[in-house]
Every structure is written in C-alpha cells, then in structure tokens.
Nanobody, 123 residues
Framework: QVQLVESGGGLAQAGGSLRLSCAAS????????MGWFRQAPGKEREFVAA????????YYKEAVTGRFVISADNAKHTVYLQMNSLKPEDTAVYYC????????????????WGQGTQVTVSS
C-alpha cells in the first residue's frame, strides 16, 4: 500500500507560479514512478508530468514543457511540481499518482492516487 498526499494548490493569477507537493509513504514507494495528472471540469483526467525517484527520467505533457518542472526529494519522500507562467487553461484539480509499469502517460498505468488539490488560475 502506498499513500499519497498532495498540497500546495490554490489561486494564482495568469503568469504567476505555484508549487505542488506530493508526500509519499508506505511499502516500497521508491519502486514506483511518480506522476502528476490534472482534471478540469467536464474533461478527462490528463497526464502532466512524471519522474522516477532517481530523477534520471522525466516526462512532460507538451503544453506544460518549459513552464512546469517535476522534481523529487528522496530524503523527504516528496515529489514536487513547480508550475510557472500559469495560464487560465491550467485550472484543474491536480492529482499525484504512483505507477509500477505501463505507459508513463496513461492514467490507467497508475495504481495509487492522492486526493487531489485544486489549482485555479485567473486571467
């Protein structure tokens, strides 16, 4: 069992920044790849970024490349999503998730999920 707890969401203006955190705990969580997904009202959940705990590989949705940065702190068992140059279309509930195998980009590959944190970007 892996537990994931997100924090750091909130309200930002367009062009602003927010940093999301995902604290992981449980058995063998370091074996998992960690991902961030988001879901806007009326839309499907979509991949945002992923990283493995050694930070040797990172993956991004094209729309956030150059604006968002995913990182991991092994000592703190925490994954971060630094979001810069925010746009109103980034507004969504953001979820942290853990994956053992399968596509990095597919939500169905992720077995454990956090409860989500709301990010709202005003224009």
């Amino acid at each position: 069992q892996v537990q994931l707890v997100e924090s750091g969401g909130g309200l930002a203006q367009a062009g602003g920044s927010l940093r999301l955190s995902c604290a992981a705990s449980g058995r063998a969580f370091s074996s998992y790849t960690m991902g961030w997904f988001r879901q806007a009202p009326g839309k499907e959940r979509e991949f945002v970024a992923a990283i493995n705990w050694s930070e040797s590989s990172t993956y991004y949705k094209e729309a956030v490349t150059g604006r968002f940065v995913i990182s991991a702190d092994n000592a703190k068992h925490t994954v971060y999503l630094q979001m810069n140059s925010l746009k109103p279309e980034d507004t969504a509930v953001y979820y942290c998730a853990a994956r053992l195998g399968g596509s990095y980009f597919a939500a169905t590959s992720y077995y454990y999920w956090g409860q989500g944190t709301q990010v709202t970007v005003s224009s």
